[in-house]
């Protein structure tokens, strides 16, 4: 999530009341989960395991909860809870700001653009030109959508991120402050969710084409000329390159890539990342002509047994 401006440290540390290590004009031009972050950004860290990855990632300012040496060219903000704090940042700098109409005065919908009744629409939305917008979807706050759209009934645009941290006292929620976007010519079937990013956009590229009840998690990125079947269930943070087909009831992990072109057979889990231009198949997920291989090489075992 960019910042409208940039910000200095020493500010940064007077909203969530924090030491800060570096100078006192440090900019931060934004907040960004650590899948995303890039140079000018702050990502925050709670767990020595993670230390490593947040101190050497792009981002040049580390939200942390341990005073550390700070690597060059960098600057800390050491918090006694850093997802506290973390959720205090994304509500100071993206408020929930309540809807007062069905369709938000601060949208904007391009020439030629059907919006069918009953859809919610809210602040800072952008709908392109001659799309179709069925029944009862409702589009979150900044959410884009491209040119030549189509959205059927009962779909969800940007709906949470499903991200918790486990307390003593029950489980804490990760505010979100990202966004979905949908570029030209996309197709969304019914009763379709596509969560929005932790602080950066899930975005379905051109020409990607999604049947029924298809859920899509937080900050994956899906490629362009897509095919995805009914009750297919994408994890966060996914990468899904161009040209992939996912069959019905395909299951991913979240952090995974699919390489462009690959096909994933119906009722498959997708348990780690797959190279492009193959077909796969099964739980845990293999290529399809190997996973075959293998149920016959079964059946023959188990037919011998039985007749010996």
């Known amino acids: ?107 904007s919908i391009g020439e030629g653009t059907r919006i069918q009744p009953n859809v919610f629409i809210g602040n800072n939305v952008s709908i392109g030109s001659h799309c179709v917008i069925h029944p009862n979807v409702a589009i979150y706050d900044n959410t884009i959508i491209g040119n030549h759209v189509t959205i059927h009934a009962n779909t969800v645009l940007g709906a949470d991120a499903f991200y918790y941290k486990n307390r003593p006292e029950g489980f804490d929620k990760l505010l979100s402050g990202g966004n979905v976007v949908l570029e030209d010519h996309v197709d969304l079937g019914a009763s379709c969710t596509i969560d929005r990013g932790v602080t950066g956009a899930t975005t379905i590229g051109r020409g990607t084409k999604i049947d029924n009840q298809v859920h899509i998690g937080h900050d994956t990125v899906i490629g362009k000329k897509c095919l995805i079947a009914s009750q297919t269930g994408i994890a966060g943070c996914v990468i899904i390159e161009d040209e992939v087909t996912l069959w019905g009831q395909v299951g991913t992990n979240s952090g995974i890539t699919i390489g462009k072109g690959a096909v994933i057979l119906g009722q498959t889990g997708v348990t780690k990342s797959v190279d492009g231009g193959k077909s796969y198949f099964g739980t845990p997920v293999a290529e399809s002509r190997e996973k075959l291989k293998e149920m016959a090489a079964m059946k023959r075992f188990l037919k011998g047994r039985k007749n010996s």
Do not use: W
């Open 1 to 107: 999530m960019d910042f409208k401006h940039t910000h200095s440290l020493k500010e940064i540390a007077q909203i969530i009341q924090c030491e800060y290590v570096g100078a006192a004009n440090f900019p931060i031009a934004g907040i960004n989960e650590i899948h995303v972050v890039k140079k000018g950004d702050l990502v925050f860290v709670d767990h020595p395991k993670y230390y490593a990855k947040a101190l050497n990632s792009a981002a040049t300012t580390i939200l942390i909860n341990k005073k550390v040496e700070c690597p060059a060219g960098k600057a800390l903000l050491i918090s006694e809870d850093p997802f506290r704090d973390f959720n205090k940042l994304t509500h100071h700098f993206n408020p929930f700001i309540a809807a007062t109409a069905s369709i938000s005065a601060s949208a």
